[in-house]
């Protein structure tokens, strides 16, 4: 099993668009879950090959801002390997 450390992080904001870092290593990509507002679980939201990933999810209300929860998994073989990294938080302001 793969024991890799996963650190995501929130390293700016471009506008209303928070942008995440992870440490990818020796991959295949990175799998990225997230959660809105406290409601319900993770959700799948994308795939990432590269370090960096800028969520441009518009809010649900644009008049309101959200609290977005992210982690992610490694990926290898389309496979998840490794454990979870953990979660990471932001606030996203309207637009």
Not at 33 to 49: E, T
Not at 73 to 94: A, F, H, P, Q, R
Request: aromatic residues 14%; positive net charge.
């Amino acid at each position: 099993m793969y024991e890799g450390l996963l650190v995501c992080k929130i390293i700016k904001f471009w506008w209303a668009v928070p942008i995440l870092k992870f440490t990818k290593q020796q991959t295949d990509g990175i799998r990225i879950y997230r959660k809105i507002n406290h409601q319900g679980h993770f959700a799948f939201l994308d795939v990432c090959h590269k370090g960096k990933y800028a969520d441009r999810t518009p809010n649900i209300d644009p008049s309101t801002k959200e609290f977005r929860e992210y982690y992610a998994t490694y990926m290898l073989n389309g496979e998840k390997i490794g454990k979870d990294s953990e979660i990471c938080d932001v606030v996203v302001k309207t637009n």
